[in-house]
């Protein structure tokens, strides 16, 4: 069975589970990292040697990287679905997927951090404006690009839509100030009408470190 180790309140594990579900495999979710810790056995380096999650074990295979680990999993369990079949439609999945982690994620994740990973009274206005500003910066060429097309990779759910469709439920649930988007908006809105989204990504996270964290040990439970 496919073992993917990391925690399901993690930025880069969620759009990992989110995958696995998407394609309907059976996995098991080995929680590691932050207050579940395995990061630093000498077992886990053999897997991962930068020590970080996700990785996934699938059969005597390992892999790190969340978006290496997504083309893999839906090129081997999702050829022609989430993995396009047509070279060019596959490319610019491949685009987006790396313009996720150069430009959209940061930003994002950033104000997630300064925000509800931040204690309140511990909170930098000055600093959570500048990446609300610096994410308002990007994500108008992502809208702007889904202004003809239902997902990111055409008019079909691809691998595309999951690193991107991740930080889009941060970024529509954090104390930011946000532009008005209506094409991402709308894209954002298909991906919450889908089941495996719904399960994995919209999860509650709290809105201060402390709850944050009591969720996150819950889910382990
Ligand atoms: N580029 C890597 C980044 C991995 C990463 O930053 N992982 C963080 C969690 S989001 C981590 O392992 N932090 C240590 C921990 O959770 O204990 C990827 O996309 O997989």
Not at 181 to 197: G, K, M, S
Request: with cysteine; net charge negative.
């Amino acid at each position: 069975m496919l073992k993917i180790w990391g925690r399901p309140y993690s930025s880069n594990v969620i759009p990992v589970i989110w995958t696995a579900a998407e394609l309907g495999l059976d996995y098991h979710l080995e929680l590691a990292g932050g207050s579940f810790g395995k990061l630093d056995t000498d077992d886990y380096a053999q897997i991962n040697p930068n020590r970080m999650i996700p990785s996934i074990q699938d059969g005597d295979f390992a892999l790190w990287e969340s978006r290496a680990i997504i083309r893999y999993l839906c090129e081997r369990y999702g050829a022609g679905s989430l993995y396009p079949d047509d070279i060019k439609t596959r490319a610019i999945a491949d685009q987006w997927m790396e313009w996720c982690g150069t430009r959209a994620f940061a930003p994002v994740i950033q104000a997630f951090f300064a925000t509800v990973r931040t204690e309140p009274d511990q909170r930098d206005p000055a600093l959570i404006k500048k990446h609300q500003h610096d994410a308002a910066e990007v994500l108008p060429l992502l809208d702007a690009h889904l202004k003809h097309q239902r997902y990111v990779a055409g008019d079909t759910f691809t691998m595309a839509d999951i690193p991107l469709g991740t930080v889009a439920y941060r970024y529509y649930n954090i104390d930011i100030e946000r532009p008005s988007l209506p094409n991402i908006e709308a894209w954002y809105a298909t991906l919450c009408d889908r089941p495996a989204y719904q399960q994995h990504v919209m999860r509650f996270f709290g809105s201060t470190p402390e709850q944050w964290k009591a969720l996150e040990l819950a889910s382990g439970r």
